[in-house]
C-alpha cells in the first residue's frame, strides 16, 4: 500500500464523514424548526383560549419542542417533510374555517 492509497483512503473517509455530519445537521434543523413552529402554534392557541402570560407560552413551546424533537428523532426527513405538509394543511383548513364563520 503506497502514499497514493492511504491519501485516497483519507480523502475518501473525509468525504463521507462531511456527508453524514451535513445530513445528520439537516435532519436537527428541519426536526428543531418543525418543534418550534408547532409550539408556537399550539402556545399561542392556548393563550388565546386560556389568557395565560409569556412565560406559560415560552414554557409550552419549550415542552413541545422537546417532545416533538423526541418523536421525530426516529424518523426520516422525508418522513417529516410530509408531516410537516400535513400541518401546513390543516392549518390552511382552519384559517378557512376562521375565515368563513360568522
Given at each position: 500500500?503506497?502514499?497514493?492509497?492511504?491519501?485516497?483512503?483519507?480523502?475518501?473517509?473525509?468525504?463521507?464523514?462531511?456527508?453524514?455530519?451535513?445530513?445528520?445537521?439537516?435532519?436537527?434543523?428541519?426536526?428543531?424548526?418543525?418543534?418550534?413552529?408547532l409550539g408556537l402554534v399550539l402556545g399561542l392557541i392556548g393563550q388565546e383560549l386560556v389568557g395565560y402570560g409569556t412565560f406559560a407560552l415560552?414554557?409550552?413551546?419549550?415542552?413541545?419542542?422537546?417532545?416533538?424533537?423526541?418523536?421525530?428523532?426516529?424518523?426520516?426527513?422525508?418522513?417529516?417533510?410530509?408531516?410537516?405538509?400535513?400541518?401546513?394543511?390543516?392549518?390552511?383548513?382552519?384559517?378557512?374555517?376562521?375565515?368563513?364563520?360568522?
Amino acid at each position: 500500500m503506497g502514499i497514493g492509497d492511504k491519501m485516497r483512503g483519507l480523502a475518501s473517509s473525509a468525504q463521507e464523514g462531511v456527508k453524514s455530519s451535513t445530513l445528520s445537521f439537516f435532519h436537527f434543523t428541519l426536526r428543531f424548526v418543525t418543534g418550534i413552529l408547532l409550539g408556537l402554534v399550539l402556545g399561542l392557541i392556548g393563550q388565546e383560549l386560556v389568557g395565560y402570560g409569556t412565560f406559560a407560552l415560552l414554557f409550552v413551546m419549550v415542552v413541545v419542542l422537546g417532545i416533538v424533537m423526541k418523536v421525530l428523532s426516529n424518523w426520516s426527513m422525508g418522513q417529516i417533510l410530509i408531516f410537516d405538509l400535513i400541518c401546513v394543511l390543516v392549518a390552511m383548513l382552519l384559517r378557512m374555517y376562521i375565515l368563513v364563520a360568522p
